[in-house]
């Protein structure tokens, strides 16, 4: 069975490629490199032992992402949940959710009452990221409910970046709450009001003709079980002084 890993060359998508290539699965990798190195899919390889299948591609490069569909036999997808899809084609298994946080420099956290209300930073700056992105769509869908159109500063593709103009004061921005170790001592995670609060899932995905599959129910747990290991991390790491 093959799997197609989106972000495969970040912290979390390597460690995925890791458990799945150590149970016996096959890999491919999907990944602009904008906030990770091809180095550590050599790593992933040197770990196991095994080999993987790279791809240097931007998910929003639909023609690109077609070209791989067409060289690999791909059986699944470890993705953010799609908002637009083939119900009738597709199956999707969630694995794990996460909360949307706004992240705001350390010094300015303390000004702010807990949980957000969006609707008092009407005169914020924000960092977001490029369309496509699932944290845009959560970011356009948190203002939508706001009632106000926000004052992007800039655009940027991809989250490190982000969050490094947040870390140098640059504006605020809303983001998963897995992204917590980015610049931990200069971003502080504040949660939202409850009008404003959503989920960013991963989910696995696949063909309908694919769910009888004898490999997709042990993968399924296995991608539940190492989502729950990263989750304990977390929170262990959020634990420590």
């Known amino acids: ?57 931007d998910l929003l490069d639909a023609p690109a992402l077609t070209k791989v569909f067409d060289e690999e036999k791909i059986d699944a997808v470890l993705i953010s949940t799609p908002d637009d899809y083939n119900a009738q084609l597709f199956e999707t298994w969630t694995i794990f959710s996460d909360s949307i946080y706004l992240a705001v420099p350390v010094t300015e956290a303390d000004s702010l009452s807990t949980p957000v209300d969006l609707r008092h930073l009407q005169n914020k700056k924000f960092i977001a990221l490029s369309e496509g992105f699932a944290t845009w769509r959560g970011f356009q869908e948190a203002f939508q409910i706001a009632g106000f159109t926000p004052d992007i500063t800039v655009r940027v593709h991809d989250v490190f970046s ?80």
């Open 162 to 241: 982000m969050m490094s103009m947040v870390n140098a004061g640059m504006g605020y921005t809303l983001i998963p709450g897995r992204m917590s170790g980015l610049f931990s001592n200069g971003i502080r995670l504040l949660p939202l009001q409850e009008p404003y609060r959503m989920e960013q899932e991963i989910s696995l995905v696949f063909p309908r003709s694919q769910e009888n599959h004898p490999g997709l129910l042990s993968l399924l747990a296995e991608c539940r079980m190492y989502a729950r290991q990263l989750m304990m991390e977390k929170s262990e790491t959020e634990k420590t002084p």
């Open 1 to 57: 069975m093959t799997i197609l890993v989106t972000g495969g060359a970040g912290f979390i998508g390597s460690h995925t490629c890791v458990e799945l290539l150590n149970a016996g699965y096959e890999v491919v990798v999907v990944d602009n490199l904008y906030n990770a190195s091809e180095k550590a899919l050599e790593r992933v390889e040197q770990i196991t032992g095994k080999s993987l299948k790279f791809y240097k591609v």
